[in-house]
């Protein structure tokens, strides 16, 4: 895949182009992906066009968490197998770029965009003044073809969207946000030096500090798999998200992973969490025996919801 990220230096031809803020890459981007991957097969060169932050950022002087990190969100548009990745930067002359503009000097002069592919909410340019219907009325002018997908809604009519899954993960319904993401609800790093308080109820952790911006859900316990991508080997785990109050003597946020049935050393490499469900909130116990039975009751439950998966 080619890359370009900060750049406007970008001279593509012959191109089908998808756009979007890609946040979250769900369900109702897959329908997007799916059009790329058919005119892959038509023979344009197949492109993915975005922006190198989320324009929430400049728009309303926000920060924004998000449900993917920057190097999260670029291992999963790898693997969908399209030829360009665009990050385009996204700067106050971006902001205010007129729709007709963007089209012709970005779409068409710098992407050979022949085949432009957005969802039917799309909208694009100064105060989002350009829309699907701007460019429908202008394609046979600009000599290309839009090709629109209708919005995707949940069983109960619900639009699929970043926002709507942000909510989920917020409120710790990690199999919602499973079911709109199209995949588990996941967190990659590199296995850091902890504080080794996990040995002390003979459950020594992998222990990850998430990037800044990255989106968590509430402090707790959940079922999980864990991933290692040297091997794609997948583990059953159990991750613990907070500060451990009850054998923890810092006040930093953590995710510490236990593997189950797994004793190696990880440190230093990098490993994926999927995190599947919440089983309760994070506790502060009253000994060390009471977390540790209750450690054993968090495994026996972890066991049983994986039967339950069929894994």
């Known amino acids: 895949m080619i890359y370009y990220s900060g750049t406007r230096d970008i001279q593509l031809q012959h191109t089908a182009v998808a756009l979007g803020k890609f946040d979250g890459l769900h369900r109702g981007h897959q329908l997007l992906f799916d059009k790329l991957a058919y005119y892959q097969e038509k023979g344009y060169q197949t492109v993915i066009f975005t922006f190198d932050f989320h324009p929430a950022n400049i728009l309303k002087h926000t920060r924004q968490n998000l449900i993917y990190s920057h ?78 997908c209708e919005k995707l809604c949940t069983d109960d009519g619900q639009e699929i969207s970043a926002t709507l899954i942000r909510s989920m993960i917020e409120a710790g319904d990690m199999e919602r946000a499973r079911d709109l993401l199209g995949r588990p609800y996941s967190v990659t790093g590199k296995v850091v030096k902890g504080y080794g308080n996990g040995r002390s109820v003979d459950m020594p952790t992998a222990n990850l500090i998430p990037c800044d911006d990255k989106l968590l859900p509430p402090d707790g316990v959940y079922v999980s798999e864990t991933i290692l991508p040297e091997t794609g080997q997948v583990l059953k785990s159990l991750t613990n998200i907070g500060c451990n109050p009850t054998i923890g003597d810092k006040l930093d946020r953590r995710i510490e992973t236990f593997i189950l049935q797994y004793r190696g050393d990880l440190y230093e490499k990098e490993i994926s969490v999927n995190l599947y469900s919440r089983l309760r909130g994070e506790i502060k116990f009253e000994s060390l025996e009471k977390l540790r039975e209750q450690v054993r009751k968090d495994q026996e439950a972890a066991m049983t919801y994986f039967g339950e998966m069929g894994r």
């Not at 085949?115 to 105060?127: E, L, R, W």
């Open 71 to 148: 190097d999260e969100r670029l291992r999963l548009i790898r693997s969908l197998g399209v030829d360009v990745l665009i990050e385009f930067p996204f700067t106050e002359e971006t902001a205010h770029m007129l729709p007709d503009t963007f089209v012709r000097e970005v779409l068409l002069k710098a992407l050979g965009a022949e085949v432009i592919v957005v969802g039917d909410d799309f909208h694009f340019g100064y105060k989002r003044s350009g829309d699907v219907r701007f460019l429908k009325e202008h394609q046979d002018e600009y000599g290309c073809m839009i090709d629109s």
